[in-house]
């Protein structure tokens, strides 16, 4: 899941790191489930938005993401993360670990400064999300701590709290990763059009073209949100779709019905509120790390997810697999 392209580093002794001439960094697209094996990635590796695995799913902190952390060893330039986790406090001591709740910075790119990119100085590696958000952090990351156009922070904060509204750019990047979410060289576009500061239209065209093919997608969400139940706060779907259909378009549709949305689909319960709905589903389910207003539970957890929910809310109780 690497690809290669030319970046530039910055020098440790400015406050904003001035380009010089291009090296060879390879860019890594992770999971917080999935992560690879530490030695696939080369040199220093800095990790970019990459939550701590949560409980649950057959993953965990120390199934996952202990074993990579032990396995980059000295390595590890800076993890820079901010998805709240139990497990932070073990690291409060190490100033690679850069690691914050979400209510504190709801996008993880504005984490990210020169000052920051300065101290850790020359990575060989930068691994990150796959999603807008560990994109945008990659491709800062890459421009010595500066954004890549000017709102591009905010632009991420509102995409990843799902809060506001994002510029054109960001909007277009988004519809075009939900529709080709695992393309890792639409990913690889993408940076390469941030890095370029939105100069490069021959890159911008491909995402646009990526974007366009969402439309039919959020047209099965839209379908298949005609058929939520509604119990108090709580909103639920059964997706069971032969057709493929944006999830997160389908939980916010959800979410404009109740408090709480809820798709069950494939084995599995997405659940999800706004994210300044003081709500609390790591803690709730006790999944010790994650997005506290958006989780992934196995189907078996359905009774438990409508009690806790019906006990926090009211009226959720009803709703049965």
């Known amino acids: 899941m690497d690809s290669h392209l030319p970046a530039r580093y910055g020098s440790s002794l400015m406050p904003t790191p001035a380009p010089l001439s291009p090296s060879s960094v390879r860019f890594s697209f992770l999971t917080p489930r999935t992560l690879p094996k530490a030695e696939t990635l080369p040199g220093r590796v800095v990790v970019l938005d990459i939550a701590f695995a949560a409980e649950g799913g057959g993953s965990s902190f120390d199934k996952v993401t202990l074993p990579f952390i032990t396995g980059l060893g000295s390595r590890l330039a800076a993890w820079v993360d901010h998805h709240d986790h139990e497990r932070h406090v073990d690291y409060q001591g190490d100033e690679r670990f850069i690691l914050a709740k979400k209510a504190e910075h709801g996008g993880c790119p504005e984490?990210?400064?020169?000052?920051?990119?300065?101290?850790?100085?020359?990575?060989?590696?930068?691994?990150?999300?796959?999603?807008?958000?560990?994109?945008?952090?990659?491709?800062?990351?890459?421009?010595?701590?500066?954004?890549?156009?000017?709102?591009?922070?905010?632009?991420?904060?509102?995409v990843d709290t799902r809060r506001g509204t994002p510029g054109r750019v960001a909007s277009r990047i988004d519809r075009a990763l939900r529709a080709r979410f695992r393309d890792e060289t639409l990913k690889l576009r993408i940076l390469q059009f941030l890095i370029a500061r939105c100069q490069s239209p021959s890159h911008w065209e491909e995402i646009e073209a990526a974007a366009r093919l969402i439309d039919p997608l959020l047209d099965q969400a839209r379908a298949i949100s005609d058929r939520y139940r509604i119990e108090g706060n709580v909103a639920y779907v059964e997706a069971r779709s032969s057709l493929p259909y944006d999830k997160t378009e389908l939980l916010l549709l959800g979410q404009a019905k109740a408090k709480v949305a809820i798709v069950h689909d494939s084995g599995s319960l997405s659940i999800a509120a706004d994210f300044e709905s003081g709500l609390d589903f790591v803690g709730m389910f006790s999944l010790g790390g994650g997005m506290p207003t958006r989780v992934s539970l196995p189907e078996s957890r359905l009774p438990e997810v409508m009690r806790k929910l019906s006990e926090a809310l009211g009226g959720a109780e009803a709703i049965r697999s």
Request: net charge negative; charged share 25%.
């Open 111 to 158: 984490m990210i400064t020169p000052e920051l990119v300065n101290r850790v100085g020359p990575v060989d590696t930068v691994a990150m999300h796959m999603d807008l958000d560990g994109l945008y952090s990659g491709a800062k990351w890459i421009l010595g701590g500066v954004p890549p156009y000017e709102g591009a922070d905010e632009d991420a904060r509102a």
